[in-house]
């Protein structure tokens, strides 16, 4: 398949005719559950705590076939970093030779309600012959996880949250860059020295500066970052964070929300990968007044009373772009009924943060403080892991 087409459809749909988005709230945290929404990468879990009568599907993928750790890999295939718990292994050798062929659909735009403007590419990853899984088994038994867990303060009262998956996070707003002894093609997650952060203009180094002092940032290891070229070319426009959510089950969840803080800018473009059991991804139009001495037209009742479900599977990309963040919010809703048996589902985000406090906050809420976890592929379940083990 062209690539071009895939980026003609974008600039084709994006631009003149496009609603004019409302201003971006200041999204802090406390704010964002104040007037009942939340935001990216912080106070998302309102309803956070999982009930847990779904079941997880085993898979029938031998990991070791995929999992580099047990396999003949020299470590020139590996990213390293010093803010990485553990080596990261880059593509397996049987997935990596199909990234060219990537996405393996061309993207339908989807515009038709107000101020909606989605990608959707159904897949992106190809399904058949297992990439998709492949690519899933891979970053669930090689990436470290967290489950996160913070205090919102709401209307004077304090409320423990537990975030309602698992997550990870890699990048650095473009403010900055990491440090790096050889090749730019290094930055992502190749060799090279990148313990210092360097100012992105004048090469000053920021290490120390307060953004990147609570946690330390660490570049997208190079598994990720192929992602996260075929996306840029896919979709012509530009990422510099990877975030990861590991939806175990029907249980774990993301409640509504939008990626709406203003270090991601006005119009900014998400692009959301799929990978495992299939989930339902729910949109709806953020609430608004009716127009002065009138009512709302019947499409803006409907993106505002009926969401709109796309159930995601595995391979699909979605690229969430122009008004959308400013106006619609969107969720992974548990799945707890009687025959839930939703099993492991990988989501990637790339984003791109414009100003530092995007980098603090997304570590905030994506790593956290608490112990860092492995996949254990014997007994199939997040374990802590620690060095040495
Ligand atoms: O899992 C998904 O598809 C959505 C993830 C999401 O909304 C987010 O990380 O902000």
Redesign the pocket.
């Given at each position: 398949m062209s690539r071009k087409r895939t980026i003609e459809a974008f600039f084709g749909a994006a631009g003149a005719g496009a609603p004019k988005p409302k201003k971006s709230r200041d999204t802090s945290r406390d704010d964002a559950h104040l007037d009942g929404l939340s935001t990216?990468?912080n106070g998302?879990e309102l309803d956070a705590a999982p009930p847990h009568d779904a079941q997880y599907v085993a898979t029938e993928i031998d990991t070791s076939q995929i999992a580099p750790g047990k396999s003949t890999r020299n470590s020139d295939d590996y990213s390293t970093h010093p803010a990485y718990p553990f080596r990261i292994p880059h593509l397996p050798p049987a997935l990596a030779p199909e990234l060219p062929s990537w996405p393996a659909n061309l993207g339908r735009v989807i515009n038709d309600q107000p101020d909606l403007d989605l990608l959707y590419f159904e897949p992106y990853v190809a399904r058949g012959g297992g990439s998709a899984r492949s690519l899933f088994e891979f970053l669930r038994s090689e990436l470290p996880f967290y489950r996160v867990e913070y205090d919102i303060n709401r209307g004077g009262t304090s409320t423990h949250i537990r975030t309602p998956?698992w997550?990870t996070v890699f990048g650095l707003d473009d403010t900055s860059r990491f440090s790096s002894s050889s090749s730019s093609s290094d930055d992502g997650g190749g060799g090279g020295d990148m313990t210092r952060i360097l100012d992105a203009k004048t090469g000053r180094d920021v290490s120390a500066d307060k953004f990147y002092t609570r946690y330390k940032p660490r570049p997208i290891p190079k598994c990720l970052d192929d992602l996260r070229l075929s996306a840029q070319e896919a979709t012509g426009c530009e990422f510099n964070f990877c975030?990861v959510?590991y939806?175990a089950s029907g249980a774990d969840s993301?409640s509504f929300?939008s990626?709406d803080e203003r270090f991601l800018g006005p119009l900014p473009a998400?692009a959301?990968f799929?990978l495992g059991a299939r989930?339902d991804?729910l949109l709806k139009h953020k609430p608004v007044p009716p127009p002065p001495g009138g009512e709302h037209t019947e499409a803006m009742k409907n993106a505002i009373s009926k969401p709109l479900k796309l159930p995601?599977a595995s391979g699909d990309m979605?690229l969430m772009r122009g008004p959308t963040q400013a106006n619609w919010l969107?969720?992974?809703p548990k799945r707890t009924g009687k025959n839930a048996t939703d099993g492991g589902?990988i989501?990637i985000?790339f984003r791109r943060a414009l100003v530092k406090p995007g980098t603090d906050n997304y570590y905030n809420y994506n790593v956290g403080t608490g112990p860092v976890y492995k996949w254990d592929t014997v007994n199939r379940e997040m374990r802590p892991w620690r060095k040495n083990l």
């Open positions: 990216s990468g998302k998956r997550t975030l959510n939806y993301i929300h990626d998400i959301g799929s989930r991804f995601l979605i969107h969720s992974i589902r989501n985000t």
